[in-house]
């Protein structure tokens, strides 16, 4: 279920920002329609596994590292322990293709980006 809030981030960015954001929330909806999505600290969440932001001249989108993603850590960039991203700076260099391989290569074992609580 789209998000009002997330409705509003999106709307304050102009052109290939806008567009960029736009098609890559279809992206991830489309992939996991049942995914959470809501605004945690100022930016789109989509179950704690994945993040949107527009910064200056690009659009990062961030995943949840770990598990199975690890070796697909060439194509990331970023050194977190928990979170690493690709950079998108236009429309056409969206690869839908790459997008949701690496979100299905996310560990879904993990809590978003905390491991699994045991009992």
Known sequence: ???????????KFDGEKKAILKRLRTI???TFPKLKEEMKMGVPWYGGFFYLVALKDHVNMGFCF???LKKHEKELEGSGKYMRHIKIHSLKGIDE?????????????YKGCHKKETS
Request: hydrophobic letters at 35%; proline letters at 0%; aromatic letters at 4%.
């Open 1 to 11: 279920m789209k998000s009002k809030e997330i409705d509003q981030y999106i709307e």
């Open 28 to 30: 991830i909806l489309k």
């Open 66 to 68: 770990g598990g199975s």
């Open 97 to 109: 293709k790459k997008i949701v391989r690496l979100m299905k290569a996310t560990d879904k074992t």
